[in-house]
């Protein structure tokens, strides 16, 4: 079975460029997350996707992120502009969304390792 | 609120040396649940291990072993005769399943665990 996959693995970008992510969750899992990792940290949850629709985005900053999943499969994250705080490891997760709906295991994807300029 | 604390940032140990890595947590909820996740150089998260919040059984797989002690609010991981295969970052994060929750996790700041030969 596919794991998740993201592209690209590595961006490097100026301040106040746009940027893009993509993700491919595991086939058949509606619920799909995108983290932050800053280095020295653990990951931080972005936003929560169940099928298409949103169930938590409270700590997407969202004056300059955005991320959507149209068709509940994959799903982009954008980051418009950039600023040099941004520079991170930005992970995407999926677990299958049904049944036990509560701590589900999430699987994780490599990552993308964004550096800000 | 929820919260992950692994106090413990660097160990470094030898080849088949024993090591334990700590993760204590807070919650309100009586229900939630725990992981543990490793993190080698190549950034992927790799899932080890999921404990609900009703299950205190130790876990042993292989050479890693578990404890959970809801007295005391921890959840350890033990690596016996560690390998230098063993180094990477591992995180304790906790999922909360009251109210409101969904299946966000919250990690804590992870150990870096350097095996040497």
Redesign the interface.
């Known amino acids: 079975e596919a794991g998740v996959a993201q592209s690209p693995r590595y961006k490097i970008i100026e301040k106040r460029q746009s940027v893009a992510f993509w993700c491919n969750p595991i086939s058949g899992h509606a619920t799909l997350y995108w983290y932050q990792q800053i280095l020295g940290q653990g990951p931080k949850l972005l936003i929560q996707f169940q099928n298409n629709g949103v169930v938590d985005d409270s700590q997407l900053p969202k004056d300059r992120f955005s991320a959507e999943r149209l068709k509940g499969v994959d799903s982009t994250l954008k980051i418009q502009p950039a600023k040099l705080e941004d520079s991170a490891v930005y992970l995407c997760a999926s677990s299958p969304g049904y049944g036990e709906l509560f701590g589900e295991t999430q699987y994780f994807g490599p990552g993308t390792r964004l550096l800000v300029l | 609120a929820q919260k992950?604390t692994q106090a413990q940032t660097e160990i470094s140990v030898v080849e088949k040396e024993d090591v334990t890595l700590d993760c204590v947590y807070e919650t309100r909820d009586t229900?939630?649940?725990l992981?543990w996740?490793k993190q080698p150089p190549?950034?992927?998260?790799?899932?080890l291990i999921?404990r609900?919040s009703f299950d205190e059984q130790n876990e042993i797989s292989g050479r890693y072993s578990w404890n959970f002690q809801k007295s005391t609010s921890s959840f350890n991981f033990t690596i016996t005769a560690s390998q230098v295969v063993d180094s990477a970052v591992y995180?304790c994060?906790l999922?909360?399943?009251g109210a409101g929750?969904?299946?966000?996790?919250t990690?804590?700041?992870?150990i870096t665990l350097s095996v040497r030969p």
């Not at chain 2, 929750?101 to 996790?105: F, G, Q, R, T, Y």
């Not at chain 2, 990690?107 to 992870?110: A, E, L, P, Q």
């Open positions: 992950v229900t939630y649940y992981f996740y190549s950034g992927e998260l790799v899932f999921r609900n995180f994060a999922s909360e399943a929750a969904n299946s966000k996790l990690f804590g700041k992870g």
